[in-house]
């Protein structure tokens, strides 16, 4: 009998940015092919985001000890639960499942702490928090639940994607980075809002999800880059490619850490799944060249071609979709620090900006007035002010006249 899903696939990636600043990846993934009782087959996806704040410096443990105790909750469940009951089923999802997650996870990061050297203290979860999204791919359905900031996308036959579940519930009233996360008391709870469980007969043009976590999507220029990728995506077969190419999007896009958990649909008896014309992936070297994989004019990963400044066009981008100035730009915050402290790494950034456009966009608004949108200005202006610093006014534009009895601002005042 043709299974119903070809064998899934995970990566995780630590971010550019978390290399050069020494810090470890703070994602973890997994992919797993299950077994019932029944010999019924069962696939997982499983990705983790730790927080890596100050508070949350554990977080990288947390985020892997939250994707094994997922699958360690699905085995359990999977040996209780025929996958013929989806009525069960949609209840674990909703409820059953991020309840023992949850407690297995508090037990532990519990376990965890009395191995680390500062165990004198009590736990906080914090220390561990991390966000959880969890996809089941059963032979006649497909599940998600979790929380959190990640993504899953649907890709279908014609090579057309759709984002089919984000973080709703805080959006642009979040403040900087905050995300639903395992270590709030409420967590089990909020994974309902995520939960579904749908038919795949239901949806006969459904070819692969793909889910990730958020630094794939903040490494886009706009979400329609995202949906590019993840169709692009699903047609690495070699785990190296992908890895590689997940390293392209982490040094040209936000510098997070990024990580994919791909399932795929098995082949359909008439033959291969068409291919979108014109967006068969480039390889060579065993290297994704996954900036020149897209139709022409795209502005995947940021990189358009063709890019005569990229500074400008990441400036652009930006303020395009407001909503992803404050995403991109506060995990910059120790790159703008250490931009006061050495002058000569503005001069790196800016002589090679096509390395890190987003680095050279911080340099070039400490040397220089951008002449940006208003929000991503005064976001640079609060980000500087916030480190100690300035950035330069921009000055008025020919068509803009101060009122009358004004005085310039000061740098680094708006």
């Not at 100050?54 to 977080?59: A, E, F, K, T």
């Not at 951008?370 to 202006?381: I, N, S």
Request: hydrophobic share 40%.
């Amino acid at each position: 009998m043709t299974p119903a899903w070809l064998a899934p696939r995970a990566c995780s990636v630590i971010g550019a940015a978390h290399r050069r600043q020494g810090k470890p990846c703070q994602d973890a993934s997994l992919s797993a092919e299950l077994s019932g009782r029944n010999g019924e087959a069962l696939q997982l996806l499983a990705v983790a985001d730790g927080h890596g704040s100050s508070r949350s410096w554990l977080s990288d443990r947390g985020s892997a000890l939250a994707c094994r105790e997922a699958q360690r909750a699905v085995v359990e469940a999977l040996q209780r639960t025929p996958l013929g009951d989806t009525t069960t089923w949609r209840h674990l999802l909703r409820e059953g499942l991020p309840a023992t997650i949850q407690a297995r996870w508090q037990a532990a990061i519990a376990d965890d702490w009395r191995h680390q050297p500062q165990n004198a203290d009590p736990l906080e979860p914090v220390t561990y928090g991390c966000t959880l999204g969890l996809v089941l791919l059963a032979p006649q359905w497909w599940g998600c639940t979790g929380l959190g900031d990640w993504d899953l996308v649907a890709v279908h036959r014609t090579g057309d994607a759709a984002l089919i579940s984000q973080e709703e519930s805080l959006g642009a009233r979040a403040a900087a980075e905050a995300t639903a996360s395992l270590c709030l008391p409420q967590a089990a709870g909020l994974c309902a809002r995520r939960a579904q469980l749908q038919p795949l007969a239901a949806h006969p043009q459904l070819r692969a999800l793909v889910l990730s976590t958020d630094g794939v999507r903040k490494s886009c220029a706009s979400d329609a880059d995202f949906l590019a990728l993840c169709s692009q995506v699903i047609d690495l077969n070699d785990p190296q490619q992908l890895e590689h190419g997940l390293e392209q999007i982490t040094r040209q896009g936000s510098g997070d850490d990024v990580s994919l958990a791909i399932g795929r649909r098995a082949q359909p008896a008439a033959g291969r799944w068409p291919r979108r014309a014109g967006l068969a992936l480039s390889l060579g070297s065993g290297t994704v060249a996954l900036a020149t994989a897209l139709v022409a004019g795209s502005r995947l990963l940021q990189r358009p071609a063709p890019r005569p400044d990229p500074v400008l066009q990441q400036q652009q981008a930006l303020c395009a979709d407001p909503s992803r100035i404050r995403a991109n730009l506060t995990p910059r915050r120790a790159q703008l620090l250490q931009l006061q402290r050495d002058p000569t790494l503005g001069q790196r950034l800016l002589a090679a900006p096509e390395r890190d456009p987003l680095g050279a966009l911080l340099a070039r608004s400490q040397r220089s007035p951008l002449r940006a949108c208003p929000p991503l200005e005064q976001h640079l202006a609060t980000l500087w002010r916030d480190a100690g610093g300035k950035m330069p006014a921009a000055p008025p534009r020919p068509d803009e006249r101060p009122p009358a009895g004004s005085r310039p601002a000061a740098p680094g005042s708006r």
